[in-house]
């Protein structure tokens, strides 16, 4: 495994925010977990750490209010120190236009919140995986 550095939880749902850090601890996974309210606040996070340690990986809500999930992603993607960064968009959303929005902004994964907590484990156990292990 790479170093693990944190992973960035952005939804406006505080309840939210703690069930999907709570499946990932099921799984043991071990990141610094950061809770971010809003695309607002997810910008200037990133900013602050733009020359410092930057997230292994961003989990983002599409509707918040103020910037939402779509423009968070739009920034994060133009900016050349920002866009590595691997960015799972997470929402109630089933729209197939979200889904394609998301990608055409460079999402690396549309995914709709899971209605149980053991698929949420089941899921973060996957993301896990995928974006926070080496291969």
Request: hydrophobic residues 40%; negative net charge.
């Amino acid at each position: 495994m790479r170093t693990k550095q944190s992973v960035l939880i952005v939804d406006d749902d505080a309840d939210d925010r703690e069930i999907i850090r709570d499946a990932f601890m099921a799984n043991n996974e071990e990141p610094e977990y950061v809770f971010i309210e809003n695309g607002e606040r997810l910008i200037e996070y990133l900013t602050e750490q733009v020359n410092g340690s930057l997230p292994a990986l961003i989990l983002l809500d599409l509707n918040m209010p103020g910037k939402d999930g779509r423009e968070a992603l739009k920034e994060i993607k133009a900016h050349e120190k920002l866009h590595h960064i691997p960015t799972v968009v997470l929402t109630t959303s089933s729209s197939y236009r979200d889904k394609q929005a998301v990608y055409d902004l460079g999402a690396n994964c549309f995914i709709t919140k899971p209605d149980t907590f053991n698929k949420l484990v089941d899921l973060t156990e996957s993301i896990a995986k995928l974006w926070l292990t080496e291969v």
